[in-house]
């Protein structure tokens, strides 16, 4: 079945500053690949998603890349503010029509003012 | 509309109780799953389900079992808790599409679940 890694677990920064989480993942059939945020005590929210006919994907200060060659996709962050401190979640999955994710073990950022 | 509906909120359980968690939704989703969340080992997938009468087993089953008698409610349920089942139960439900068509997965707010 499909493993996802991520990379690293713990992240800190100065705000303002740029934040790279990185994920590599096993099955060469999975084909979405999600980015979801959890902060302290609250649910995972999707933040952004990327599918395997994509190699780079933006929205805002937020952007994912994957590289299918090479089995992995990371999460990008600019400009990243105290309010980005969280838990992040990467996610693999064959898109069957539904998805069964894969889940990474989670990179806890912490943005400092 | 609500989303996705879990309850309790949190629970705790002596070894060997039985318990079942419950979760909801209202958005007509096929798909609905059960995740646990545990420190460093991010979200399991338990069990999930593509419409009434169907489920399957996840990536961590054992000590869990799952029915779903209608579109709308999944339960979940400990036979007979133990310990390492200590932890946080999300439960997530999308729409199901054909292939190709990616649907966003909608989760629960959380059952903190204590066994002692």
């Known amino acids: 079945g499909e493993n996802v890694e991520q990379h690293p677990s713990t992240l800190s920064v100065q705000e303002g500053d740029s934040a790279v989480i990185k994920c590599t993942y096993s099955?060469?059939?999975?084909?979405?690949f999600p980015w979801y945020k959890q902060e302290l005590g609250k649910r995972p929210q999707l933040i952004i998603d990327?599918?395997?006919?994509?190699g780079e994907k933006k929205d805002q200060r937020i952007a994912v890349t994957l590289n299918k060659t090479a089995k992995h996709f990371s999460l990008h962050i600019t400009e990243t503010q105290p309010e980005d401190s969280a838990v992040y979640f990467c996610?693999?999955?064959?898109?069957?029509?539904?998805?069964?994710?894969?889940f990474g073990t989670g990179t806890r950022l912490l943005v400092s003012p | 509309n609500a989303g996705v509906t879990q309850t309790p909120k949190f629970q705790v359980l002596k070894t060997g109780q039985s318990m079942t968690l419950q979760c909801a939704q209202d958005?007509?989703?096929?798909?609905m799953s059960w995740y646990r969340q545990d420190p460093g080992m991010g979200l399991r997938l338990i069990h999930y389900?593509?419409?009434?009468?169907?489920?399957d087993q996840g990536e961590v089953p054992n000590g869990y079992n799952v029915s779903r008698s209608t579109t709308e409610d999944f339960p979940l349920r400990l036979l007979s808790a133990a310990p390492s089942q200590t932890s946080v139960y999300f439960c997530?439900?999308?729409?199901?599409?054909?292939?190709?068509?990616?649907?966003?997965?909608?989760f629960g707010s959380g059952t903190q679940l204590s066994v002692l």
């Open positions: 997530a439900s999308s729409r199901v599409r054909g292939q190709g068509r990616y649907e966003k997965l909608f």
């Open positions: 099955d060469s059939a999975s084909n979405y």
């Open positions: 990327i599918r395997s006919n994509v």
């Open positions: 996610a693999a999955s064959q898109n069957t029509g539904f998805q069964k994710l894969v």
């Open positions: 958005m007509n989703h096929e798909y």
């Open positions: 389900s593509v419409g009434a009468g169907i489920t």
